[in-house]
């Protein structure tokens, strides 16, 4: 076997190697079978658990700060479930599925066989750096593919930790990780891999896919956007505003499924901004020294919220900042205060770009169908939330906006229901994974036709003369 630590190769040569090391061994070994995928999720889980510190270690010093609890709950257990669900879903995943072949080609039969597509790369981001760099290794390997995976420049301790970890676990013939940062991410998009999945931001999505598509290599982009929150008339005001200031601040809104905005009933405005504030103060009595609330990742993120602020500020619109008055937050220590930016003009940064930190606009609205109308003006967005009792207004919601996901009365959850597919539409990405859909993401279906040895397909070959029977 090639050990590439033998050959002194250059970042791309070591891309080449690599690729052309795992595609070899895909052609030689073929499809791995259910013991060999089973077996593999086995190992995965249980150093996922065995790790668990580690990860949390990691990914803390790469972040300045971040609670072991938020670690667990959103970058590990997440992972875990899935592998778990897959390990007892994949039978059944792989099975060939039968079909019908039209009472015309009686006496044949159709079968669908799911095969691995056979390389795939895989490109993660920082925000959770652990869950979004194996949740889809998972479900690639359950397909039986090889892996390389680019994890994020952003998270370079947990970037090391990864690659350390899979190869521990996986020879490089079938999971390997190459690090390095943007020069690297373009040189790995233009390999020509059997399928590339991509979860970063929508600007760099879309430099993925044009390098991609010189190979004709599939895309999956999981990418980012601006999640809409709309609060109903009949919405139970305190339940709303906890699971939004819980989505809102987990991970201090660097979260690509966060709430972005909240639109909220003209009537009801006060209180929410009221309500909203109290449910984070709770949450996060102080935000200095409080382990539980998350540092933003770097000073260029901390500099670019702070401008999304002092524009705001700046153009002398209403921000509420919450924060107990006594607290002093330092900036190299990266804890934004939780923000609120209210009725603020379309025009602002704040609601042009995704904000991707602890910063919540929130407009009012006359009628549901403005809310409606104000979130279809806008690029389709990752996940929407909706927030009220009555099922008319809930479903009117539902049926008239386009989005990635969708979640009522919650934030968030929606990403963790494992059999739910998750993905974009539009600007927020295509394809999905988790579950069922993240198996066919990474198969191949590969229609067969069997044809019985009774075979009725003459009637079909020259001469042609009795072909109007057919209709
Ligand atoms: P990013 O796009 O800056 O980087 C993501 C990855 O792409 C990194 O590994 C980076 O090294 C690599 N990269 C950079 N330049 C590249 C290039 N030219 N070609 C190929 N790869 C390149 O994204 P980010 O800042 O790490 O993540 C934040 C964004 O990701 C937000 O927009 C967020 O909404 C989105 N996101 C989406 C999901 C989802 O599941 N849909 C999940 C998390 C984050």
């Known amino acids: 076997m090639t050990t590439l630590e033998a050959l002194d190769v250059k970042p791309q040569s070591r891309l080449d190697a690599v690729l052309d090391l795992q595609r070899a061994a895909f052609l030689r070994d073929g499809a791995p079978g259910l ?20 990860i949390a270690i990691a990914i803390s010093a790469d972040f300045g700060s971040r609670s072991k609890h938020e670690t667990i709950v959103a970058d590990v257990w997440p992972v875990v479930a899935g592998a778990r669900n897959t390990l007892k879903r994949l039978p059944g995943w792989m099975k060939p599925k039968g079909v019908g072949v039209g009472i015309e080609l009686l006496p044949a039969r159709g079968r669908i066989l799911y095969q691995p597509l056979g390389v ?3 490109i993660s981001p920082w925000n959770y750096p652990f869950q979004l760099a194996i949740a889809p290794l998972v479900a690639a390997l359950a397909a039986g593919n ?3 995976l680019k994890p994020s420049e952003l998270t370079p301790r947990t970037s090391e930790f990864l690659a350390g970890f899979l190869a521990k676990l996986f020879p490089e013939e079938k999971v390997a990780t190459v690090l390095g940062g943007a020069d690297v991410g373009a040189a ?7 399928h590339l999945f991509y979860t970063g931001s929508t600007e760099i999505g879309r430099r993925v896919m044009r390098a991609a598509a010189d190979n004709l290599t599939p895309v999956t982009l ?22 939004i200031a819980f989505g809102k601040l987990l991970n201090a809104g660097q979260t690509c499924i966060a709430p972005d905005y909240a639109l909220v009933p003209k009537p009801m405005l006060d209180d929410f901004v009221a309500g909203l504030e109290a449910a984070i103060r709770a949450l996060y009595p102080t935000l ?11 000073a260029r993120h901390y500099a670019r919220i702070s401008r999304l602020v002092d524009e705001a500020r700046e153009r002398g619109e209403r921000v509420v900042q919450i924060n107990s008055a006594s607290e002093q937050l330092a900036p190299e220590a990266r804890k934004f205060a939780p923000t609120l930016v209210i009725e603020p003009p379309a025009d602002l940064t704040v609601m042009r770009e995704e904000i991707f930190g602890p910063v919540l606009p929130i ?11 104000f979130v279809n003006a806008r690029p389709r967005p990752l996940a929407l939330y909706y927030f009220g009792v009555g099922t008319a207004a809930r479903d009117r919601v539902l049926a008239l906006t386009t989005s990635g996901g969708a979640a009522v009365n919650e934030t968030l959850l ?22 069922d859909a993240g198996f066919r993401t990474f198969s191949h279906a590969k229609s067969v036709f069997l044809q019985n040895r009774f075979n009725a397909a003459s009637l079909l070959h020259p001469p042609y003369g009795r072909a109007a029977d057919f209709m």
């Open 288 to 298: 200095a020294r409080n382990p539980d609330y998350t540092s933003i990742i770097n």
């Open 414 to 435: 929606h990403v963790a229901a494992e059999n739910l597919p998750f993905g974009g539409v539009g600007a927020s990405g295509m394809g999905a994974y988790h579950g």
């Open 222 to 243: 999981e990418l980012g956007g601006k999640s809409p929150c709309i609060i109903g008339a009949d919405a139970d005001l305190a339940a709303a505003c906890r699971s």
């Open 188 to 194: 790995f998009s233009a390999l020509p891999f059997d």
């Open 146 to 148: 090889r892996v390389m």
């Open 35 to 54: 013991d060999e995928r089973r077996d593999d999720l086995k190992r995965l889980i249980a150093a996922m658990k065995e790790n668990a510190d580690a």
């Open 120 to 122: 795939v790369g895989i």
């Open 363 to 373: 407009l009012s609205y006359d009628t549901l169908d403005d809310a409606i109308a």
